[in-house]
């Protein structure tokens, strides 16, 4: 609780952050229990836990990593706006991909930060949300669209030749054989495509690959 200058008492916001590095989850808690006014109610390192956690506190507002061990900031964000639409999310990655901030305005969430941005900023960002306010639109993203047509321009090589080989029909462990990699790995890279390219699922992967193939051969059809 915090106290007004006229000694009345208001509610601070309550904020979940999930994140599955500790060391960076740790940082954003104490930026945040360092600002006026809001406070961490919880603290989560996957999907699972995110959803039964957010249950139990019902936070005003959710610091959500794009990159978790059991599937995506995305499914959680869907799964806890199902039960609880009241709760604001905030996306908060490494990754400045206009797939991903177009999922994440798909799931209703309210605003997408990098987590370069310095702590001020963050605070900012978790009151204006709690507020209301929508910091992220379909506007943004169209004209960001503009610019970057190419959903897999922000993969890495690794990521790319995944992409290539879910397109063959491949299934996680002939593509670990494939490129000589643990299966944990290629479920890694999948997670991480997924985030980037905004899709849920790999066969969204797979119909992607296959468009893309026809595109290129009714192009070069044009051509001859």
Do not use: C
């Amino acid at each position: 609780m915090d106290t007004t200058p006229e000694g009345l008492q208001t509610e601070s916001i309550s904020v979940m952050i999930v994140d599955d590095h500790e060391v960076v989850r740790r940082g954003i808690a104490e930026v945040i229990d360092r600002s006026e006014g809001m406070s961490v109610v919880a603290e989560a390192g996957s999907v699972a836990e995110g959803v039964r956690r957010a249950s139990l506190v019902h936070p005003q507002v959710m610091l959500v990593d794009l990159q978790l061990p059991d599937g995506t900031g995305i499914d959680l964000m869907r799964s806890v706006r199902a039960t609880q639409p009241e709760t604001r999310a905030i996306v908060l990655t490494s990754f400045d991909d206009d797939s991903a901030l177009a999922a994440a305005l798909e799931v209703g969430a309210a605003a997408y930060v990098l987590k370069s941005v310095r702590g001020a900023e963050i605070a900012d960002v978790v009151r204006a949300v709690a507020a209301g306010r929508v910091l992220l639109d379909e506007r943004t993203i169209t004209r960001r669209r503009r610019e970057h047509d190419d959903p897999t321009e922000d993969l890495t090589p690794s990521e790319v030749r995944v992409v290539d080989l879910i397109g063959e029909g491949l299934s996680n462990r002939e593509i670990a054989e494939r490129l000589s990699i643990a299966e944990k790995t290629v479920k890694n890279h999948i997670t991480s495509l997924l985030a980037k390219m905004g899709l849920q699922r790999r066969t969204q992967v797979a119909a992607w690959v296959a468009a893309r193939k026809h595109h290129a051969w009714a192009q070069d059809s044009t051509n001859r």
